[in-house]
């Protein structure tokens, strides 16, 4: 209900146009990494992708009461950023391998100017939850407020070899080739 209301209203305000949905596999376990430049990102993200999304989502945000529903509705779970990543991972991996969907932001919060550093926790869950990793960007959520287009745009699905286990540099490398699709589709998208 939350994802069809929200799909609606962002079609109305914001002409959201969406790009190689085709591209999202119909089953199985998917993360789904995007840019993230505004507080709009996650639901309109999960709006329209063709997979119902789960999310982290700082702890404290559960504690207020309309939002704490709201995304909760929307398929959010609550992260102590403050304590141990390993629950966190533990959530994760357990909704990939029950062959969910989860939305993920790899340079762990909002980067409005693009200059921070892609963190390799969404390659870790990658192999963790022998899982691929479908690019995404959304364009536009930063100029919301002045009802301009946006647009979502999903590339190719990526993914570790799952016979092995990945060194740190494997891990690190695969973060940056996702960064890379991620940046080119935000490019053609912009450009097209």
Known sequence: MAKAI???????????RVSGAQNVP???????????????????LGAFCPRRLHYMAKRELFGIPLL??????VGAYPVDRHGSAAGAIKRSVEILRSGETIGIFP??????????QARAGV?????????????????????????GGMKVAFGQP??????RRP??????????????EIRTLSENVVHA
């Open 6 to 16: 929200i799909h609606v209203v962002a079609l109305v305000l914001w002409r959201v």
């Open 26 to 44: 119909a089953k199985g376990p998917l993360i789904v990494a995007c840019n993230h430049v505004s507080l709009l990102d996650p639901p309109i």
């Open 68 to 73: 704490g529903r709201l995304i909760t509705a």
């Open 107 to 116: 340079e762990g919060g909002r980067n409005p100017r693009g200059e921070a």
């Open 123 to 147: 390659a870790l869950l990658a192999f963790l939850a022998k899982a691929p990793v479908l690019p995404a960007a959304i364009i536009g959520s930063n100029r919301a407020s002045r009802l």
């Open 158 to 163: 990526l993914q570790l070899d799952p016979s």
């Open 167 to 180: 060194t740190r540099d494997e891990l690190k490398a695969f973060t940056e080739a996702i960064m890379r």
